[in-house]
């Protein structure tokens, strides 16, 4: 089964890095290019712990949708979302966040199935792969840019305005 590692300084508070990560809003700005919008479960906001969020999204040319669900919660540490429906045979996504002296450490563990046995280990050999990690690296700059200038305001605070 494929994985994905991948640690990001930022130069911001845990709590700011956490919240930006879990949050719908964030994720929709950062996946603009592939057209995702949340249509289901949590739509907008910070998901909590055994929320589901279903994205609708365009990959390779094909709309597809995917429900995914917080299944473990420790913040501002740790989260864990899997999928629950979707393209994938299965995913699990590991996010992580440790304190730095010059910020926080954030680390993605992502793990995957994909579909259609010796024939999906060949598409991630070929290219599954690299472009899941190209997805979570443009995620990863989105959270980093937010987090580090005063923009994190603007997807957080109407947050907590909320509540």
Known sequence: MPTIELQTL????KEIVFDLSRSIDLHKISTQHTHEEAVAGRLTGLIELNETVTWKAKHFGVYQYLTSKITAFDRPDYFVDEMEKGIFKRFRHQHIFKNQEKGTMMIDIFEYK????FLGKIVDFVFLKRY?????????VTIKNFSETSKWKEVLIPNLNSK
């Open 10 to 13: 930022i130069h911001a508070e």
């Open 114 to 117: 994909s579909p259609l046995g």
């Open 132 to 140: 899941m990690m190209n997805l979570l690296m443009k995620r990863n």
